[in-house]
Nanobody
Framework: QIHLQASSGRFVQSGVLLTLACAAF????????MAWYRQGTGNQRELVAH???????KYTDSVKGRFSISRDNAKNTVYLLMNSLKLEDTALYYC?????????????????WGQGTLVTVSS
């Protein structure tokens, strides 16, 4: 069974640097797009950063210049480097992966989500 395992939540002060990691485990053929989303209290889940298998990247405007997404395709792992953290970055962070899955002689594409990692930024 395929699942995503993300790093544990952290309580940090504003301005510090924090890296989240999320790895995909299971019978994986390969991993297509990977991404990080977040959901703050009272807010809808929003895309933070997205990276394709070939490395094309996009960020939401609020994190441009502060956050950096990367991936290790050999380890089926995506990272989110968060710099200059602000109070408004406090949220549950979810990793996402679109994975090609082996099923007998077939390959199917499915979406998977991590369990959510709480990042709390204090002043």
């Amino acid at each position: 069974q395929i699942h995503l395992q993300a790093s544990s939540g952290r309580f940090v002060q504003s301005g510090v640097l924090l890296t989240l990691a999320c790895a995909a485990f299971g019978r994986i053929f390969n991993v297509n797009d990977m991404a990080w989303y977040r959901q703050g209290t009272g807010n809808q889940r929003e895309l933070v950063a997205h990276i394709t298998h070939s490395g094309s990247i996009k960020y939401t405007d609020s994190v441009k210049g502060r956050f950096s997404i990367s991936r290790d395709n050999a380890k089926n792992t995506v990272y989110l480097l968060m710099n200059s953290l602000k109070l408004e970055d406090t949220a549950l962070y979810y990793c996402y992966a679109e994975i090609n899955v082996e099923s007998g002689q077939w390959i199917s594409t499915r979406e998977y989500w991590g369990q959510g990692t709480l990042v709390t930024v204090s002043s």
